[in-house]
């Protein structure tokens, strides 16, 4: 696949919620997944781990209420694009959280991904 058909497929993934699909489909054994400074793991590496990590994320979560993903941005072997997700977690309540994700294609599978965002301090 081609970075915009590997972007394509990722953006229709998270606009149905198929947030795992779209790991197992799309993501590199070798995935690297990097958040911002003080968030909770702020680097994981490698399929299983990336995986850990959005069960991590998901056992904070009480109710999703809904996202927005945007249309992806490509340029050679990157692409980006804008999320956001309307989520009440177990400890903070509700929460409206926006975040600029970047990604990395290498021969047909994403093997990086960035997240940017302003962390939460009350986690």
Known sequence: MT???VADKL???CR???FENAMKTLYGPNIVSIEPKGAPMERVEG???VLKKAA???DMVE???GNEVSDSIVADNF???YMKMDATFKEGGRQSMEEI???QVKDGKIVQEEFFYTPNPQG
Request: proline share 0%; net charge negative; aromatic share 30%.
């Open 3 to 5: 970075t915009q058909e």
């Open 11 to 13: 953006v229709g993934y």
């Open 16 to 18: 149905k919620g198929q």
């Open 47 to 49: 399929f299983e781990e």
């Open 56 to 58: 991590f994320f998901n």
């Open 63 to 65: 109710e999703f209420h």
């Open 79 to 81: 692409f980006s694009c």
């Open 101 to 103: 994700c970047l990604y």
